[in-house]
């Protein structure tokens, strides 16, 4: 239970902020029922998992490296978004609505929060639901929305080489645009939530630590400690989907 003077604290800092910001990961999710990568029921326990997350286990064997891909897709599909999605995208429609600045950062793969109405979403690790050529042969994304997929690798539709998840696996550059934009926004902001990330995988973990140096105010959201707790300004420990809902309350009684 987060002490009420909390609550309205942060409250207070989200109904005023000119630049906001929010950088979220796997356990904004977990209320939807997607489980998360680390802590007490992450599912990436055992080591080779970590391996699928990279290119060089890709290419050892790309047909279980997309089989991995369509488990997680298959568990997403019925998945919808939670109250912690919905409230950061009523935040969103607050801030903007009196000509403020809101980004919301991930660093998850599922699409929920667009699926939430997110509108201004910089995706840091790419997105489940799409594809590109292994080879680059072109700049295109192909939206893969069913699963399972016919059949395992998928063959690239405009070259003879097969297609890779659209995601950012380790050891692998960001895209240049979206990180840029990332610290750009982190650096500029008056405040960032953080919002269910174990706040270990970086570029991702560094964001709130330029916001901090820069001047803005961080609230850490999660279930857990993290490294992070010991330097926000706040660390409400507990469930997004329920912490959220309760601070946008608090906005809306303070904005009126
Ligand atoms: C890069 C793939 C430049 C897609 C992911 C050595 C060699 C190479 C690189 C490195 C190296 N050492 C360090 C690095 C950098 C590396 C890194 O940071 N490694 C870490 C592990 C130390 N980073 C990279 O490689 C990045 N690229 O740096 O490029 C470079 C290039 C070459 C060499 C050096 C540098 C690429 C990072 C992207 C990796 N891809 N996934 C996929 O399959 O998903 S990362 C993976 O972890 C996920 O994508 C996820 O987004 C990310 C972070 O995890 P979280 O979102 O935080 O989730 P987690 O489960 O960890 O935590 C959930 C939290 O929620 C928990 O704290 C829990 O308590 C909480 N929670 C649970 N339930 C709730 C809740 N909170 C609130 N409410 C709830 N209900
Ligand atoms: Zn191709």
């Not at 990568?37 to 055992?46: L, P, S």
């Not at 509108?119 to 690790?125: G, R, S, V």
């Given at each position: 239970m987060i002490a009420p003077e909390t609550i309205m604290r942060v409250a207070e800092l989200m109904a005023k902020a000119e630049r906001a910001a929010v950088l979220t990961g796997a356990g904004v999710s977990a209320e939807s029922g997607v489980p998360t990568?680390?802590?007490?029921?992450?599912?990436?326990?055992?080591e080779d998992v970590m391996k699928l997350a990279t290119l060089q286990g890709f290419l050892a064997d790309p047909k279980k490296v997309w089989e991995w891909y369509d488990w997680r897709r298959g568990q997403l599909a019925e998945v919808e978004p939670n109250p912690g999605h919905h409230a950061l995208a009523q935040w969103e429609r607050m801030v903007t609505g009196r000509g403020a600045s809101y980004s919301l950062i991930t660093q998850?793969?599922?699409?929920l929060h667009e699926l939430a109405g997110?509108?201004?979403?910089?995706?840091?690790?790419?997105?489940?639901?799409y594809a590109r050529c292994l080879k680059g042969c072109c700049a295109e994304l192909k939206h893969i929305p069913d699963t399972p997929l016919p059949e395992y690798p998928p063959p690239c539709p405009w070259c003879d080489s097969i297609l890779r998840p659209h995601v950012v696996w380790f050891g692998e550059q960001l895209d240049p645009t979206v990180i840029e934009e990332s610290f750009n926004v982190s650096g500029a902001a008056d405040l960032m939530l953080v919002v269910?990330?174990?706040?270990?995988?970086?570029p991702a973990a560094g964001l709130p630590y330029i916001t901090s140096r820069a001047g803005g105010k961080v609230v850490e959201i999660n279930l857990e400690p993290t490294e992070l707790s010991y330097t926000a300004d706040f660390a409400l420990h507990g469930k997004s989907g329920e912490i959220l809902p309760q601070l946008l309350e608090k906005v809306r009684e303070l904005v009126g």
């Open positions: 990568f680390r802590g007490k029921h992450g599912f990436w326990k055992d998850n793969i599922d699409g997110s509108k201004t979403i910089l995706e840091l690790h790419g997105n489940l639901w269910g990330t174990s706040a270990q995988v970086y």
